[in-house]
Structures are given as C-alpha cells and as structure tokens.
C-alpha cells in the first residue's frame, strides 16, 4: 500500500502542483530539486511538503513507497539511478495524475501551443460556476482559486494537456497517457525544439493523440490552424470547430474601458458575452470553452455568468502595479505567436501612452535560432523594446544559439525603437527616466525573471 510518496524534480510547476494534491490527499510527501526557491518551494513548504535541495541517494533513506519522476530528470541522476538500484516502484507525472487522481473522473483535456492555461482556467470556471464541483490540474494560478488545482467531487476534470516529453523512460507527449471524454484543441505551431525536430515531427504526435482517441473522445478544435485541421481531416473522430468559420463563431466585439463584449454564434445558438479578457485570441479560447459547456449542457446563462465573473490567471496579462500612472504588466509570452497577440491585446487599452515590450528569451526554444526571422515581426504594435539576455544559461550548440542582438537590429529596421540589454538591473536603469504617466511596460518571460516587475515599480519615484 503506498503510504509515502517521493518527487525528484519536485518544485517544476506541474510537479509542485502534483506534490500539493497528494498531499492534500493524506499522503506523506517528500521532493528534491536542484533549484528550490521561491514561490514554488514556499508552497510545498507551507504545505508540509519535506523538500531536499540538490539530488541524492540520501534523499531517498526514509524509504518511500513510490517515486515519481519528473521530465527534467535524465538516467544519469544520482537520485534516479538510486531508485533504479534499489528497485523502488517509480512512475512519471502524468501516471500519477492518473493513478490517484483522474482516475474515475470525465476529463476535459485543453491541448495546443498556445492558449492551454487560459483555456482550461476559463473551462474550469464555468463548471464551478454551474455548480459541478470540478477537479482541475493547470499550469497556471487561477485567480478565482489562489491556487493551479483543484479536487471536486464532481465528475469532470480539467486537465492542461502538455505536448512535452513525459520522463527519461518515457519520450512520448504527457498528452498521450489521458483518455478525455472531451478534447479541445488550440491549434499547432513548431515549439519545443529542443525534443521536437521540426512541425511535421509535431504534427505527427498530434496525430497519433487523435488517433488514439477519435472513438472516445469528442474534439473541439480551431478551424483557423492548417496544421490541425490537415491531421482532424484525416481523423473519424467527431469534431466540432471553432473561429473565425468554424461552427462557433463571434461578432460584433467591442472593447469599453475594461471591458469586453462579444456575440457569440453557435449550432442553433446565440448568445452575448462579457468578459475581462482582451484580445482575439483569448475571445478564441472563450469560444471553446462554450462550445465544450454546450456539449456538457451548462445553460446559456450560467455560461455569461461564468465569463463575465472570471478573474483570469497570474501571468496572463496580469498587472502586478501602477505607480505614478505607469502599469506594469507581467505576461508568460515567449513563442512569437504569443508575443505578437499579447502586445496587440493590451495596445488599445493605452491609447494615451506607450506600450513598451520587455522580453526575455529564455526557454529552450527561444533561446535557439529557429524563430530568429520570425520574432521581429511580432514586436510591431510595440512603442518601444527592450532585449534582454536570458538569466539563465544552457548548453546550445554555437551555431543553434538565439541572438538577442540580432533582433534588436531588425527591430530597429521595422522603425521601432529597441535596445540590447545584459541583465534585468540594466534594463531598469534604463527604464527608469525614461516611463512617463499612461505608458505600459509589458514584461514577457517564461520565468522569475529576476523579479524585474517588482523591481521597476520600487524604483519609478
């Protein structure tokens, strides 16, 4: 009987969230990472979480019942190795999710390269609001919630279903070890370039996910992604599309102060919509979700309701301050595609100001040439950018490696004012005389960033 439960690579955002859960759910919890700071590690300590820093045979001496594994840990770590040799049960991220918690649940599966977090946030909304008591593991803070997750007694669950690899012994997609009763799908672009060679390798994982699941789950999907729609037109699964032509659709969207609304079509329906949320791309993900709140049969009301009310999610376009008439607004954005939507969201809200970008490339894909070309273009709502050197480094090969360099000079060339930076403290600096009342500083990184936002508001006199 598994009593206690060990995580290596316990404070990741997906890992933590697990490790709360299980705790939550009388089960003694123990982790190790090599990186345990803040905010994650405060979490499972206040959770009572026993955290080890670094990874070692030693962590493993109180004898766990199980251990789970998470994606950034290779064969060659000393704690993995550990378990290996002392032949201790262990399992991945998604098995567990599945072993202890989804298991008699109806999950609602929010997949895609872009919009995951705010898809699934916005769907686990409404099931609250309609009174169905969900469960949810997202990859994001609700706002509503104070917290990434959620155990309900009722019968669905919302799960952000990550195309990432899942452990060392275990190279396919975290996606796959789910079987959804519902499947909404976002669209798909080339990421992750650090497993993925190329958009044919990620199309054809998306592909073997429907595959796997064209007899049992029912799929929502964006009808304005040619990559998706070439792998659904080749599947038997039952399909329902959303966007600008697809089968849910909007109109008439109008923005007031901060508010959004929208007409929203659909099979037989039409309703008007509130919401918080700005831009096209998330009125996108709001289509989505009414049409999987239509399937389930959430009234229409309850649906307003429930996206008028919506809080959003900690680093979606959140205002982390406003000194001096100057916000600060923190954002996750870092694929160009996101960038580009994000600054065109949040541009008509600061007509009498500018919107100056600050971005950090710094995951493994932006931190590689293969979006080079491609990233200028999507600074071109910006006033002003400033580059920054990512805070953290990893071993690209020379020829592969992003040059933050480079697309400040064709920034520049697109007639827009940017500028090269080396680290957070000189981005400040520079920002400091610069910020006058009604401009918006839009910080986008996938990480802490070294707590640049809280920073820049200490230092605006």
């Given at each position: 009987m598994v009593k206690k439960?060990?995580?290596?690579?316990?404070?990741?955002?997906?890992?933590?969230?697990?490790?709360?859960?299980?705790?939550?759910?009388?089960?003694?919890?123990?982790?190790?990472?090599?990186?345990?700071?803040?905010?994650?590690?405060?979490?499972?300590?206040?959770?009572?979480?026993?955290?080890?820093?670094?990874?070692?045979?030693?962590?493993?001496?109180?004898?766990?019942?199980?251990?789970?594994?998470?994606?950034?840990?290779?064969?060659?770590?000393?704690?993995?190795?550990?378990?290996?040799?002392?032949?201790?049960?262990?399992?991945?991220?998604?098995?567990?999710?599945?072993?202890?918690?989804?298991?008699?649940?109806?999950?609602i599966l929010v997949t895609g390269t872009h919009g995951k977090t705010t898809t699934s946030s916005i769907m686990a909304h409404i099931l609250f609001e309609a009174g169905m008591d969900p469960s949810f593991m997202i990859g994001g803070i609700l706002k509503d919630f104070n917290s990434s997750f959620r155990i309900g007694n009722g019968e669905y669950m919302v799960i952000e279903g990550d195309e990432y690899d899942t452990a060392f012994f275990d190279k396919g997609p975290k996606f796959m070890h789910y079987d959804p009763d519902i499947t909404i799908m976002t669209g798909i672009e080339f990421d992750h370039a650090d497993i993925f060679t190329g958009i044919d390798h990620i199309k054809k994982v998306f592909s073997k996910f429907v595959k796997k699941n064209e007899k049992t789950s029912h799929i929502i999907a964006f009808d304005n992604n040619d990559n998706l729609n070439q792998i659904l037109a080749a599947s038997k699964a039952s399909v329902e599309t959303y966007g600008n032509k697809g089968q849910w659709s909007f109109s008439n969207h109008m923005q007031k102060t901060s508010k959004t609304f929208f007409d929203v079509q659909g099979p037989d329906k039409a309703i008007c919509v509130e919401t918080d949320l700005v831009g096209r791309h998330n009125l996108f993900n709001c289509l989505a979700c009414i049409a999987a709140a239509h399937?389930?049969?959430?009234?229409?009301?309850?649906?307003?309701?429930?996206?008028?009310?919506?809080?959003?999610?900690?680093?979606?376009?959140?205002?982390?301050?406003?000194?001096?008439?100057?916000?600060?607004?923190?954002?996750?954005?870092?694929?160009?595609?996101?960038?580009?939507?994000?600054?065109?969201?949040?541009?008509?809200?600061?007509?009498?100001?500018?919107?100056?970008?600050?971005?950090?490339?710094?995951?493994?894909?932006?931190?590689r040439n293969v979006f080079q070309d491609i990233y200028?273009?999507?600074?071109?709502?910006?006033?002003?950018?400033?580059?920054?050197?990512?805070?953290?480094?990893?071993?690209?090969?020379?020829?592969?490696?992003?040059?933050?360099?480079?697309?400040?000079?064709?920034?520049?060339?697109?007639?827009?004012?940017?500028?090269?930076?080396?680290n957070?403290?000189?981005?400040?600096?520079?920002?400091?005389?610069?910020?006058?009342?009604?401009?918006?500083?839009?910080?986008?990184?996938?990480?802490?960033f070294d707590n640049i936002h809280n920073k820049l508001l200490e230092s605006i006199e």
């Amino acid at each position: 009987m598994v009593k206690k439960i060990h995580l290596i690579a316990a404070c990741g955002t997906g890992m933590g969230t697990l490790a709360c859960i299980l705790k939550d759910m009388g089960y003694s919890i123990s982790g190790s990472d090599q990186n345990v700071y803040p905010p994650m590690s405060d979490f499972l300590a206040d959770k009572g979480v026993k955290l080890f820093e670094g990874y070692d045979e030693a962590n493993l001496d109180h004898s766990p019942d199980l251990v789970v594994i998470g994606n950034a840990i290779t064969r060659q770590n000393l704690e993995a190795q550990a378990v290996l040799k002392k032949k201790i049960p262990y399992i991945s991220m998604p098995q567990a999710v599945n072993k202890f918690i989804a298991k008699d649940k109806k999950i609602i599966l929010v997949t895609g390269t872009h919009g995951k977090t705010t898809t699934s946030s916005i769907m686990a909304h409404i099931l609250f609001e309609a009174g169905m008591d969900p469960s949810f593991m997202i990859g994001g803070i609700l706002k509503d919630f104070n917290s990434s997750f959620r155990i309900g007694n009722g019968e669905y669950m919302v799960i952000e279903g990550d195309e990432y690899d899942t452990a060392f012994f275990d190279k396919g997609p975290k996606f796959m070890h789910y079987d959804p009763d519902i499947t909404i799908m976002t669209g798909i672009e080339f990421d992750h370039a650090d497993i993925f060679t190329g958009i044919d390798h990620i199309k054809k994982v998306f592909s073997k996910f429907v595959k796997k699941n064209e007899k049992t789950s029912h799929i929502i999907a964006f009808d304005n992604n040619d990559n998706l729609n070439q792998i659904l037109a080749a599947s038997k699964a039952s399909v329902e599309t959303y966007g600008n032509k697809g089968q849910w659709s909007f109109s008439n969207h109008m923005q007031k102060t901060s508010k959004t609304f929208f007409d929203v079509q659909g099979p037989d329906k039409a309703i008007c919509v509130e919401t918080d949320l700005v831009g096209r791309h998330n009125l996108f993900n709001c289509l989505a979700c009414i049409a999987a709140a239509h399937r389930i049969g959430i009234n229409d009301q309850i649906v307003c309701r429930a996206l008028k009310t919506f809080s959003g999610i900690k680093r979606r376009q959140e205002v982390r301050g406003i000194k001096h008439g100057i916000t600060v607004m923190d954002d996750f954005a870092h694929h160009p595609t996101a960038v580009r939507e994000t600054i065109k969201a949040v541009k008509p809200f600061y007509k009498d100001g500018r919107v100056i970008a600050v971005f950090e490339p710094r995951t493994n894909t932006s931190m590689r040439n293969v979006f080079q070309d491609i990233y200028p273009d999507s600074f071109l709502d910006a006033d002003m950018v400033c580059v920054c050197e990512p805070g953290v480094k990893k071993n690209i090969p020379e020829k592969e490696k992003f040059s933050t360099r480079k697309l400040v000079a064709d920034i520049e060339t697109k007639g827009i004012s940017a500028y090269h930076f080396e680290n957070s403290d000189a981005v400040i600096n520079f920002l400091k005389p610069e910020l006058r009342s009604n401009d918006l500083v839009l910080i986008m990184s996938n990480g802490g960033f070294d707590n640049i936002h809280n920073k820049l508001l200490e230092s605006i006199e």
